[in-house]
């Protein structure tokens, strides 16, 4: 079946940086664009980017462009996030995403902490 993990999350202080990945397994990953999403306490979820299947595509919402990138690894079946900048607003859970065969998948989310 579908299984999206996702590792990298901590805490860091305001203008630090952290690198999420996304190990992702039971479907043929390179067929699939790959997306992150993310969580703020009492916030709706909200797309963060997401990365076509070959990786030459990518697309960021306005509040994370030029500070984050995401890119993927086929021959690892994994996606990544690296944030750098980081500012107290992006404290939240981050989720990985695969629409596979019409059907949303989620990852269990990686907490993230921006704070001094």
């Known amino acids: 079946q579908v299984q999206l993990v996702e590792s990298g999350g901590g805490l860091v202080q305001p203008g630090g940086s952290l690198r999420l990945s996304c190990l992702a397994s039971g479907f043929v990953f390179t067929n699939y664009a790959m997306s992150w999403y993310r969580q703020a306490p009492g916030k709706e979820r909200e797309l963060v980017a997401t990365i076509t299947t070959a990786g030459g595509g990518t697309n960021y919402a306005d509040s994370m462009k030029g500070r984050f990138a995401i890119s993927r690894d086929n021959a690892k079946n994994t996606v990544y996030l690296q944030m750098n900048s980081l500012k107290p607003e992006d404290t939240a859970v981050y989720y990985c995403?695969?629409?596979?065969?019409?059907?949303?998948?989620w990852g269990q989310g990686t907490q993230v902490t921006v704070s001094s």
């Open positions: 995403n695969a629409r596979v065969n019409g059907r949303r998948y």
